[in-house]
């Protein structure tokens, strides 16, 4: 089972990433999936998630009405849209996927690997 983000970049404060994170080797379709992200010398912590069905979304208030997630479950993937991004966004951002109260606290077995998001001041 593999999640794997992609979509990170180096972008000026105030523009714009989409971060994707595709599943492969079994199906999340009845699973929340969310993001997480962590800055250099401070704790990974919650950003967004989703449920299976995409109705419910979940968002930190740091980054509520300028992020959105969203799914697509025929193609197993999971987005993050990223807009009026600031420099205190900077932080390698993760992706996770499972049961809605174990995305939720960050405690699933299933992560990607990371993508670094960087904004420029």
């Known amino acids: 089972v593999q999640l794997q983000a992609s979509g990170g970049g180096l972008v000026q404060a105030g523009g714009s990433l989409r971060l994707s994170c595709a599943a492969s080797g079994r199906t999340f379709s009845r699973d929340d999936m969310g993001w997480f992200r962590q800055a250099p010398g401070k704790e990974r912590e919650f950003v967004a998630a989703?449920?299976?069905?995409?109705?419910?979304?979940n968002y930190a208030d740091s980054v509520k009405g300028r992020f959105t997630i969203s799914r697509d479950n025929a193609k197993n993937t999971v987005y993050l849209q990223m807009n009026s991004l600031k420099p205190e966004d900077t932080a390698v951002y993760y992706c996770?996927?499972?049961?809605?109260?174990?995305?939720?606290?960050?405690?699933?077995?299933?992560w990607g690997q990371g993508t670094q998001v960087t904004v420029s001041s």
């Open positions: 996770t996927a499972g049961q809605p109260s174990r995305v939720r606290n960050g405690a699933s077995s299933y």
């Open positions: 989703i449920s299976w069905e995409g109705v419910r979304t």
